[in-house]
């Protein structure tokens, strides 16, 4: 319990970017949190959003866009040194008594009187240890060193699966104040009858989503596989869908509608510190089969189907394996639901509340 003299945030300036899951990430939690009576701005770093996205987030908090561009999204260092000069005044133009960064190197040299928590969705770091084996050296070895910068500063650390926190450990050593928080998602709709496709949807352009297992397992499946994200990325990324239906990117709307119509969800990720696509999927009773992954054994264990992660023909045989027994995907696909009922919003932002008592208990103590 907190001491009665301690105030609990209530006024968050909250971090996103509009490229990847992050958005939704910050959306859906901001969303719970200001139902519950919280006060959320959130600071959006990089390409601007939307029309859709930004009338979904002014819908129910402050949506403010900055000049810095996400660290994934530069190759310069120095270009994230003016994000402590808009952080601060955005901070205190909206008197926000916590700041939560959905990136810790955003945290490095932020000077605030209030609580620091960092998140940990990715990083390069972590991406290049899963996705080729390899360390952040040369053009990327400054990444290190800002993530480092910020796990330090930062008054809490969050991993969204224990997965992650291990990964993040091994790569950049020990992290004091690091928690594991899982992610929460929105109940999905389940169509009344389900129709003979696999869906995936991912940022196809991203190495670690395994667009090429995914395209070559789809020549040997007899239902159509499709495919929804971009394809090409912000810095010239490009991903070549051949056997594949693309559908490009597609509203987050039409995307659940998918999802709970697809007989079959799939996601062939080499990379996923959680994986919102699939617990989306999950929500809607749609069964899994997902890249035999640490993170997704953990969260998803006895409620999925597991295939070698870079064995297109296991893909097929998986997908195979379920288009042929509809027993078997109704069994799957309760699993799935019932594992997804779990990982609410609700007891996401629960977790996330503690956190940021304890850490404002934490900065009012010193």
Known sequence: M?????????????????????????????????????????????????????????????????????????????????????????????????????????????????????????????????????????????????????FDRADAVVAPSRSHADMLQACYGPIARLSVVHNGGLPGPTAGHREPFVFAAARWWDEGKNALVLDAAAAHCDWPVFAAGPLKGPDGQRAHLDNCLSLGSIGHAEVRRLMGRAGIFVSPSLYEPFGLAALEAASSGTPLVLADIATYREIWDGAAVFYDKRDAHALAGCIASLAGDEGMRRRFGRRAARRAGKLSLRAQAATMREIYDQAALAVAGR
């Open 2 to 150: 907190l001491q009665p003299l301690i105030d609990r945030p209530k006024r968050i300036l909250m971090t996103t970017d509009a490229v990847g899951g992050i958005w939704r990430y910050s959306l859906d939690l901001a969303r719970e949190l200001a139902s519950q009576g919280f006060s959320i701005v959130l600071a959006g770093l990089g390409p601007e959003p939307c029309e859709e996205q930004a009338r979904e987030a002014q819908s129910f908090t402050t949506l403010a866009w900055l000049k810095t561009p996400p660290d994934w999204m530069t190759h310069r260092e120095d270009d994230l040194d003016r994000l402590p000069g808009e952080l601060g005044p955005l901070a205190s133009a909206y008197a926000a008594d916590l700041v939560h960064l959905n990136a810790p190197a955003q945290a490095a040299g932020l000077d605030l009187p209030c609580p620091v928590i960092a998140v940990s969705h990715s990083c390069v770091v972590t991406w290049l240890h899963a996705v080729r084996g390899k360390a952040a050296t040369g053009d990327w070895g400054w990444q290190k060193r800002r993530n480092r910068a910020g």
